[in-house]
């Protein structure tokens, strides 16, 4: 889904319309506040949960320059933008900051980062915007609080619904990341 359609679902939360020629514009002040903070909302659904269709293998590099190796004989760099390590296909590891030390030569880890891939499902957007309605209520419209219960509620139901999607999916899938 692009950021024209994840705002016009944020904002129709508060029966405002969002059209392609004022989302072009982004003159109108509720458009920059939900483009400021859209990435907010991201983030806060990457992290809900170990989304399967987020968990991708992680590229790795060897780094030589590592001293301190807690008794490992090698140590692999993760990405810089990583914000959940899944699973490390080894017997023996040890997670030092940024770093997987081991004392295998050749290492294949799983894990999520703050890239999206592009065929997530559009479920996953949908609760985006969602996130995005509940962050930026307060500043749109500071007294609905009512309204601010109600997103919260429709934010946990979608956010449940796509949880056990996702664990059913991978359990038929025999998916154990």
Request: with cysteine; charged share 20%; net charge negative.
């Amino acid at each position: 889904m692009d950021e024209f359609n994840i705002l016009k679902n944020t904002l129709a939360f508060f029966n405002f319309e969002l059209t392609e020629a004022g989302f072009e514009q982004a003159s109108d002040k509720n458009i920059k506040i939900c483009k400021f903070k859209l990435q907010q909302a991201i983030r806060r659904v990457q992290e809900e949960f170990s989304w399967s269709f987020l968990l991708m293998p992680l590229s790795i590099e060897l780094d030589t320059t590592v001293n301190h190796k807690m008794g490992y004989q090698v140590a692999y760099k993760l990405p810089n933008n990583i914000l959940r390590l899944s699973t490390v296909f080894s017997d023996d590891y040890r997670r030092a900051g940024n770093y997987i030390l081991s004392n295998d030569s050749s290492l294949e880890v799983w894990g999520m980062t703050s890239e999206i891939p592009e065929n997530v499902p559009s479920d996953f957007w949908d609760l985006v915007s969602t996130a995005l309605a509940i962050i930026v209520l307060p500043t749109i419209m500071p007294s609905e609080s009512n309204l601010l219960s109600l997103i919260i509620q429709q934010y946990q139901w979608q956010s449940q619904a796509m949880i056990k999607a996702d664990l059913k999916n991978n359990l038929k899938k025999g998916n154990l990341y």
